[in-house]
């Protein structure tokens, strides 16, 4: 395919506002597609070259890219530097400048292989070689080409399309219908690759995606838990089950495969380089290959007590890791294993899986199991809760005994339960930032008042508005907050995005944070779980956090989460 042509079908999609239309522009860009092309085709759609646990990026900020315009089309950097300082836009710098009308037939392909050319480049010189093979670049574009291709080289493609609507149009593409899309997802929930996953369906066709199966170094989509605020609702649920212990410290999912090992964060971001004493502890196991899923924390390393999440994340800011494992130690807590010498373990059961987890390797201290109990008892669980409180964990997390670990999916096969739940409305909330509105009064210094806070529908593919933010963040943070909302502002409501409100500027649902609330209640501002006109919304929400790095857009919290904790907070009775 043209470079030219796809850009064509960029500017359809970036001229709707639906999603229904989105799927069926991209259903008709993947009927033309051929297989050589679905995975660059893919990645663009998902403005990025390679998904993020592949480490690959372009390199090139703004003075960059500046540079590379002005040599393509031999304008001084000045006047390119003011046009991007009027236009604030690179792609429309490139395209006004653009000295070629009709461009030089370059294929889809071709760009993206030079683009990932340009990644590569590494080492000493790299700067230069990669503006200039930039402007090569450059030069063979049409103006239309040009302003695309600069915006996905700055990440501001914003065409707003999630996964599941490329799934869906994948499945309308290939087989006539969207019924599909469930075997791409279960393939996507595999790998979390769906340009690989494309490539296969476009290689091998359906019985491809049917086979798909796990491989070590490809990060699984973590399974999710739901929640229950007593024992006694774990138990109805689940009967007899497995109760562990809820760590609060980051996800991690570790991946050998002879003496290559990887790590990957919840956000599927390699994080291997976080943690050399579990990679050193790892390569000693005697296995072959496998696949863990667990929870890493630091800890006191005389004391032996385990230092809470906000502690504990500090190791993944700071740059001289090796030292700072001397000072802040840390411990894998390894609760479920997915993959063993070459064979997928997801489909067994739990309590199968959790038996080879013993067999794999005794506790030490940088790799330990988590505590477990197999109970039917409400009475054992709630010691067991109490007990872990006690020693400062967060809670418990119950596992269905005969359940396949769930990639990608949060439901009741597993089943966290915390101290929050207890007391009404104590839990947290992730929410997404979909815009903000202007600040007032004294806040007028910082550009920002509020900012519009939404959560994911899955089934809809889009995000619902649930609540404004005012208070929390400090005016470093709002001012902060200012500049990358900014960065990622958009003229109009994204197409994803289902709002009465209307805020003063718009972004891409990207950013989450973390607040906490007094309350949901009912309310017909807000269309988190709207039905005949009536959604939910926070009373006196508040940040807890500033932007959480380890979640995306996607993993707020869902429209179904809000209600269940609506519900929950009914039928919790507040102790005195
Ligand atoms: P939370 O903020 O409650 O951790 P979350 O959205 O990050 O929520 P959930 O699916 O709601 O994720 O809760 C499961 C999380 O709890 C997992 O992502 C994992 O990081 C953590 N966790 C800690 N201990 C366990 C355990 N024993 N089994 C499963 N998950 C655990």
């Not at 119950?398 to 101290?419: C, D, Q, T």
């Not at 929050?420 to 008042?449: E, P, W």
């Not at 519009?452 to 400090?474: A, H, I, M, R, W």
Request: net charge neutral; proline share 3%; charged share 30%.
């Amino acid at each position: 395919m043209w470079f030219k042509d796809f850009c064509d079908r960029l500017l359809s999609l970036e001229s709707t506002s639906k999603r229904l239309e989105m799927i069926d522009i991209l259903s008709a860009l993947f009927s033309k597609t051929v297989k050589e092309e679905v995975n660059p085709i893919v990645n663009f759609v998902q403005e990025q070259l390679l998904p993020p646990f592949y480490d690959v990026q372009l390199g090139i900020a703004d003075r960059m890219a500046e540079k590379s315009i002005a040599l393509a089309y031999q304008k001084s950097q000045k006047k390119i530097e003011e046009e991007y300082s009027k236009l604030g836009d690179m792609g429309e710098v490139a395209e006004k400048e653009c000295t070629s009308k009709e461009g030089n037939d370059l294929s889809v392909k071709e760009v993206y292989d030079r683009l990932l050319q340009i990644a590569r480049i590494s080492g000493e010189g790299s700067v230069d070689q990669k503006i200039t093979q930039l402007a090569e670049i450059l030069k063979a574009c049409s103006p239309t080409e040009a302003k695309f291709l600069m915006r996905f080289i700055m990440g501001k493609l914003r065409l707003g399309v999630g996964e599941a609507t490329i799934m869906e149009a994948l499945s309308k593409a290939k087989t006539g219908n969207r019924e599909f899309k469930k075997k791409i997802e279960r393939a996507f929930n595999l790998c979390s690759d769906l340009g690989y996953v494309s490539d296969v369906l476009y290689s091998k066709g359906k019985e491809g995606i049917e086979n798909f199966n796990i491989s070590a170094m490809k990060p699984i989509r973590p399974a999710l838990a739901e929640r229950a605020s007593s024992s006694e609702e774990i138990i109805s649920r689940m009967g007899k089950c497995a109760i562990d212990q809820k760590l609060d410290g980051f996800r991690a999912q570790v991946h050998k495969n002879g003496q290559e090992i990887k790590v990957f964060s919840r956000n599927l971001e390699n994080i291997t380089h976080f943690m050399p004493e579990v990679v050193n502890e790892i390569k000693k196991m005697k296995y072959d290959s496998f696949i863990l899923d667990s929870e890493a924390l630091t800890y006191d390393e005389n004391t032996g007590v385990l230092y809470p999440f906000q502690i504990t994340i500090q190791r993944k800011r700071k740059h001289n890791i090796e030292e700072v494992s001397q000072d802040l130690p840390l411990r894998l807590f390894v609760f479920d294993i997915m993959f063993l010498n070459g064979n997928s373990m997801i489909d067994l059961p739990y309590s199968e899986r959790r038996k080879e987890i013993d067999h794999l390797f005794s506790d030490t201290d940088t790799i330990a199991k988590t505590k477990m109990i197999v109970t039917d008892d409400p009475n054992k669980i709630d010691k067991f809760f109490d007990s872990a409180l006690e020693s400062g964990l967060e809670g418990i997390v119950a596992k269905r005994l005969e359940s396949v670990y769930s990639a990608g999916a949060r439901n009741f096969n597993w089943i966290k339960m915390k101290r929050s739940y207890k007391s009404k409305l104590n839990d947290t909330i992730d929410l997404v930032i979909l815009g903000y509105f202007k600040g007032r009064g004294h806040r007028a210094n910082f550009g920002i008042g509020a900012v519009l806070g939404g959560v994911y529908d899955p089934e809809s593919d889009t995000f619902k508005t649930l609540t404004k933010v005012g208070s929390g963040f400090s005016e470093e943070q709002f001012k902060e907050l200012y500049k990358l909302l900014n960065d990622i502002k958009v003229d109009s409501k994204p197409a994803r995005v289902d709002s009465i409100l209307q805020p003063d500027v718009w972004t891409v649902p990207k950013y989450v944070i973390t607040v906490k609330a007094d309350e949901i209640t009912r309310s017909p501002t807000h269309t988190a779980g709207m039905k005949d006109g009536i959604g939910y919304a926070l009373r006196f929400p508040r940040a807890m956090t500033f932007i959480r790095q380890d979640k995306k857009a996607e993993d707020s919290n869902t429209v179904k989460d809000i209600i269940e904790m609506y519900k929950q907070q009914k039928s919790v009775k507040v102790k005195s």
